[in-house]
């Protein structure tokens, strides 16, 4: 039974690249949330979402960056124009349904960003 | 002003030592309190889930929550080099979310 699968564990970009950062939930999590973390500090919420739905973008920055939930495929969060103040680990965790008796939230290894 | 506080640390303490790790928060609202474990270079890891104030035990960690002075500690027993890691508090005002807000993070070293 995997769990919260990220990848790449590590990515590299120059100034002004994109970065697609991807996240597959646990088998049956229909719930997805992204998180960043950066160095020396907790983790800060991003953006929430369902299949085909964005539910909570409140963390999300508004320019360059964006995420998704398609109905087939992992979810992506996507930097464009990365600049170095992006470099950081970005967390994704994922959640059953509501209805679901068990609904804490499991979180993978992260992928960590380097800008260069 | 944070909505969740944390010191950073660094703690150290000898194996064997009880190990406290404390929160407060600003926002009422919060009713659900997480305690999660993040080793370096990994991702969070849930040790400990409450509702509300209270306790609860779980072999050598203990939570409590102090809805009333918006504090909120873990308790490790008997600490093991195994538990040097960073632990975060995180809590939210619903259940059944994994939109969270966490404190900074306390790092702790447990030494043999």
């Known amino acids: 039974n995997a769990g919260v699968m990220q990848n790449p564990r590590h990515l590299v970009r120059r100034r002004g690249q994109e970065a697609r950062l991807r996240c597959s939930p646990m088998?049956?999590?229909?719930?997805v949330y992204w998180y960043r973390q950066l160095p020396e500090e907790g983790l800060k919420f991003m953006v929430y979402?369902?299949?085909?739905?964005?539910?909570?973008e409140s963390g999300m920055p508004k320019e360059r960056f964006s995420a998704e939930f398609p109905k087939e495929g992992p979810s992506i969060l996507r930097i464009q124009q990365v600049v170095r103040g992006d470099s950081a680990a970005y967390f994704c965790?994922?959640?059953?349904?509501?209805?679901?008796?068990?609904?804490?939230?499991?979180f993978g290894q992260g992928t960590r960003l380097t800008v260069v | 002003q944070k909505e969740v506080e944390q010191d950073p640390g660094p703690l150290s303490v000898p194996e064997g030592a009880i190990v406290s790790l404390n929160c407060t928060y600003s926002?009422?609202?919060?009713?659900?309190f997480m305690w999660y474990r993040q080793y370096s270079r990994k991702g969070p890891e849930l040790l400990m889930y409450?509702?509300?104030?209270g306790n609860k035990e779980d072999g050598r960690f203990t939570a409590q929550v102090d809805k009333s002075s918006k504090y909120i500690s873990l308790f490790i027993r008997d600490s093991q080099p195994s538990d040097s890691a960073t632990y975060l508090c995180a809590m939210s005002a619903r259940s059944n979310t994994g939109k969270l807000i966490f404190g900074q993070g306390t790092t702790l070293q447990v030494k043999p």
């Open positions: 965790a994922s959640s059953p349904p509501r209805q679901s008796m068990n609904t804490e939230a499991f």
């Open positions: 926002n009422s609202a919060f009713q659900y």
């Open positions: 979402l369902q299949k085909e739905n964005i539910i909570d």
């Open positions: 088998k049956g999590h229909s719930h």
């Open positions: 409450t509702y509300s104030s």
